[in-house]
């Protein structure tokens, strides 16, 4: 009989702040009784009797702290559509439906102490949480983690701050140069990427889906490397199989996963571009 | 005190649990609350939500002889007050169901429907026929109205003749309760409805997903792979009603309510409109506790108008 663990919380929203244009920082405010997540998990978010938009949304956990009281979230998230940017208008105050920590998260293998991160865009949010759990390592005498931190223009540099706490080694790069050097991430850790031996190198990435593919092409499947997928979702708990990746399952075959479920953390070289 | 007043709430629970109680086509259901197929999975994800034991029913996902690989993604498009998918019967199959999915539902005692879905006649008997062997299969739906699958589905379901002989197959294979859930992209619902109940089908279920598009303007493209996808969610609650109440009209059989049931107050319309029980989808998605909620709501309602039994309301729609 499996546990019932799981519950729908209702979270209130601390603050909500646009720190760059379509982009803000939600926090919230939630029960003890929310888990602790692992990097790379989401939550999905909910406006109660909302019907258009109807479907709760997916957003990584940016950043994650536990009070005697409560729980704080919070949502590092991107204006893309009718559903953040109704999240986007949400004052401190209002009251959401939160069900999480979900998915699969993010792995550290102690073997690997050259850690790499590798965030596109939005795609830092839960690169971030990762980055904090991999510096308390740190502390303990092991290597720091390299973060190559990629956008289009400066303006879209987002988590750069929060970032700086913890990682002493960030490469910064913006398609025009704006801030940073003017590069792609891929192809700045791609010149790089000889510096680093693939036994003993763990690379996280999350970025647009190009970014992840031009990844792909340049790892060959020699280093460990696992990415954040994102996909449209529904019920965000592996029951409407909206959210299918194609990956090569363990016979080497196509099979189709659920980001919510069997994600959204994948092995990269398992990943089918289609 | 306390034991007194505990003990006399135990008793209007079971008062009220006895008023929940249905019996459709010899399947006895705690209440008329079920997950509608293809949005429960096997039941296992939601248990970490909620008490299986709470449903009257789940049916699980749709179940093909073989595995199905499923639909290319993108396979679902949220639209006004509902979704699109197009997730094209991604499923184990029915013998990795058998060995895999059935032994933890049979942790729990409600009913268990395993919907099933076939290419051609002989792949829907050879389904039905393997669980029809299995303890803990209670009955068994028939889909035959899947708009995602390009061979199969929509034409079984869209023809009164084919209908009915997808459902003469299937009960030559079973001692089960037959479930022929409907599909409403059809011109009229209550030839399908009376065809299968000919057939020999023990109740019908309606409706299944309407067709439809979604179109991405900027790129002038259909937002799903599929192109087309099947509608659900409170967008086609009307339709679905308008359908179970031209369909309980025609039959004789019972009649399962589908399509955009999000409250108790929802499943209660269902019912004055002819159903007998109802079956809970995409509300699921976004509140993992809607048909609980939904029970409880159909509580209350007894409660207040004061009724011995919910079926009291099946089809008492005034016109």
């Given at each position: 009989?499996?546990?019932?663990?799981?519950?729908?919380?209702?979270?209130?929203?601390?603050?909500?702040?646009?720190?760059?244009?379509?982009?803000?920082?939600?926090?919230?405010?939630?029960?003890?009784?929310?888990?602790?997540?692992?990097?790379?998990?989401?939550?999905?978010?909910?406006?109660?009797?909302?019907?258009?938009?109807?479907?709760?949304?997916?957003?990584?956990?940016?950043?994650?702290?536990?009070?005697?009281?409560?729980?704080?979230?919070?949502?590092?998230?991107?204006?893309?559509?009718?559903?953040?940017?109704?999240?986007?208008?949400?004052?401190?105050?209002?009251?959401?439906?939160?069900?999480?920590?979900?998915?699969?998260?993010?792995?550290?293998?102690?073997?690997?102490?050259?850690?790499v991160?590798?965030?596109?865009?939005?795609?830092?949010?839960?690169?971030?949480?990762?980055?904090?759990?991999?510096?308390?390592?740190?502390?303990?005498?092991?290597?720091?983690?390299?973060?190559?931190?990629?956008?289009?223009?400066?303006?879209?540099?987002?988590?750069?701050?929060?970032?700086?706490?913890?990682?002493?080694?960030?490469?910064?790069?913006?398609?025009?140069?704006?801030?940073?050097?003017?590069?792609?991430?891929?192809?700045?850790?791609?010149?790089?990427l000889?510096?680093y031996?693939p036994?003993?190198t763990a690379i996280?990435?999350?970025?647009?889906?190009?970014?992840?593919?031009?990844?792909?092409?340049m790892l060959k499947g020699r280093y460990f490397c696992?990415?954040?997928?994102?996909?449209?979702?529904?019920?965000?708990?592996?029951?409407?199989?909206?959210?299918?990746?194609?990956?090569?399952?363990?016979?080497?075959?196509?099979?189709?996963?659920?980001?919510?479920?069997?994600?959204?953390?994948?092995?990269l070289k398992?990943?089918?571009?289609? | 005190?306390?034991?007194?007043?505990?003990?006399?709430?135990?008793?209007?629970?079971?008062?009220?649990?006895?008023?929940?109680?249905?019996?459709?086509?010899?399947?006895?259901?705690?209440?008329?609350?079920?997950?509608?197929?293809?949005?429960?999975?096997?039941?296992?994800?939601?248990?970490?939500?909620?008490?299986?034991?709470?449903?009257?029913?789940?049916?699980?996902?749709?179940?093909?002889?073989?595995?199905?690989?499923?639909?290319?993604?993108?396979?679902?498009?949220?639209?006004?007050?509902?979704?699109?998918?197009?997730?094209?019967?991604?499923?184990?199959?029915?013998?990795?169901?058998?060995?895999?999915?059935?032994?933890?539902?049979?942790?729990?005692?409600?009913?268990?429907?395993?919907?099933?879905?076939?290419?051609?006649?002989?792949?829907?008997?050879?389904?039905?026929?393997?669980?029809?062997?299995?303890?803990?299969?209670?009955?068994?739906?028939?889909?035959?109205?899947?708009?995602?699958?390009?061979?199969?589905?929509?034409?079984?379901?869209?023809?009164?003749?084919?209908?009915?002989?997808?459902?003469?197959?299937?009960?030559?294979?079973?001692?089960?309760?037959?479930?022929?859930?409907?599909?409403?992209?059809?011109?009229?619902?209550?030839?399908?409805?009376?065809?299968?109940?000919?057939?020999?089908?023990?109740?019908?279920?309606?409706?299944?997903?309407?067709?439809?598009?979604?179109?991405?303007?900027?790129?002038?493209?259909?937002?799903?792979?599929?192109?087309?996808?099947?509608?659900?969610?409170?967008?086609?609650?009307?339709?679905?009603?308008?359908?179970?109440?031209?369909?309980?009209?025609?039959?004789?059989?019972?009649?399962?309510?589908?399509?955009?049931?999000?409250?108790?107050?929802?499943?209660?319309?269902?019912?004055?409109?002819?159903?007998?029980?109802?079956?809970?989808?995409?509300?699921?998605?976004?509140?993992?506790?809607?048909?609980?909620?939904?029970?409880?709501?159909?509580?209350?309602?007894?409660?207040?108008?004061?009724?011995?039994?919910?079926?009291?309301?099946?089809?008492?729609?005034?016109?």
């Amino acid at each position: 009989m499996t546990i019932m663990n799981k519950e729908i919380f209702i979270g209130s929203v601390s603050a909500n702040d646009e720190i760059r244009t379509g982009y803000l920082l939600m926090t919230l405010r939630l029960p003890r009784s929310f888990s602790d997540p692992q990097p790379g998990q989401f939550v999905m978010i909910r406006i109660a009797g909302l019907q258009d938009p109807f479907l709760s949304r997916p957003l990584s956990i940016f950043a994650f702290s536990r009070g005697r009281s409560h729980c704080l979230v919070r949502l590092l998230y991107r204006v893309a559509g009718k559903g953040t940017q109704i999240l986007a208008g949400l004052i401190p105050g209002s009251q959401v439906e939160i069900s999480g920590p979900l998915g699969k998260g993010y792995t550290v293998d102690p073997a690997r102490e050259n850690r790499v991160l590798i965030a596109g865009g939005i795609g830092v949010a839960p690169l971030s949480l990762m980055a904090r759990h991999l510096c308390r390592s740190e502390s303990r005498g092991e290597n720091p983690a390299v973060v190559y931190l990629g956008a289009k223009t400066a303006d879209e540099v987002v988590g750069l701050d929060f970032l700086r706490q913890y990682c002493s080694s960030i490469r910064v790069c913006t398609d025009d140069g704006s801030l940073g050097e003017k590069s792609l991430v891929t192809r700045a850790f791609q010149k790089d990427l000889k510096k680093y031996d693939p036994a003993r190198t763990a690379i996280y990435a999350c970025g647009p889906k190009p970014m992840l593919q031009a990844l792909a092409g340049m790892l060959k499947g020699r280093y460990f490397c696992q990415v954040s997928l994102e996909e449209r979702m529904a019920c965000g708990v592996g029951a409407c199989m909206g959210c299918a990746v194609a990956v090569r399952d363990e016979k080497g075959d196509k099979a189709y996963r659920r980001v919510c479920a069997d994600g959204p953390v994948f092995d990269l070289k398992d990943v089918i571009w289609e | 005190m306390r034991k007194v007043r505990g003990y006399s709430l135990l008793k209007s629970a079971n008062k009220t649990d006895e008023a929940l109680a249905v019996e459709i086509a010899g399947l006895k259901l705690k209440n008329p609350v079920m997950t509608a197929s293809g949005t429960f999975g096997y039941g296992e994800e939601y248990a970490q939500y909620l008490d299986l034991n709470r449903l009257g029913g789940i049916v699980v996902k749709g179940l093909s002889l073989k595995p199905r690989l499923g639909n290319p993604p993108p396979r679902i498009m949220e639209t006004a007050a509902g979704m699109l998918n197009a997730v094209g019967l991604q499923n184990v199959g029915v013998d990795v169901f058998l060995e895999e999915k059935l032994p933890f539902l049979r942790n729990y005692d409600i009913a268990v429907i395993a919907n099933i879905y076939g290419e051609s006649y002989s792949e829907y008997a050879q389904v039905a026929k393997k669980l029809s062997a299995a303890p803990g299969v209670h009955a068994l739906e028939v889909n035959v109205s899947c708009p995602n699958v390009k061979k199969g589905g929509l034409s079984f379901g869209a023809d009164p003749k084919a209908a009915a002989e997808v459902t003469r197959r299937v009960k030559a294979q079973t001692q089960l309760p037959v479930i022929v859930k409907l599909t409403p992209n059809v011109a009229d619902i209550s030839a399908i409805a009376c065809a299968v109940e000919k057939a020999g089908a023990d109740a019908i279920s309606l409706i299944n997903t309407l067709s439809g598009l979604s179109v991405d303007l900027d790129r002038r493209e259909p937002h799903l792979k599929n192109i087309t996808g099947g509608l659900s969610g409170p967008a086609i609650k009307p339709v679905a009603l308008r359908m179970v109440w031209q369909a309980a009209q025609k039959v004789s059989i019972p009649v399962i309510g589908v399509g955009g049931i999000m409250t108790a107050r929802d499943a209660l319309e269902f019912m004055v409109a002819g159903a007998s029980a109802v079956q809970v989808g995409t509300a699921n998605f976004i509140n993992p506790l809607a048909t609980v909620e939904m029970i409880e709501g159909m509580r209350q309602y007894i409660k207040h108008h004061k009724l011995k039994n919910i079926t009291e309301i099946v089809g008492t729609l005034k016109t």
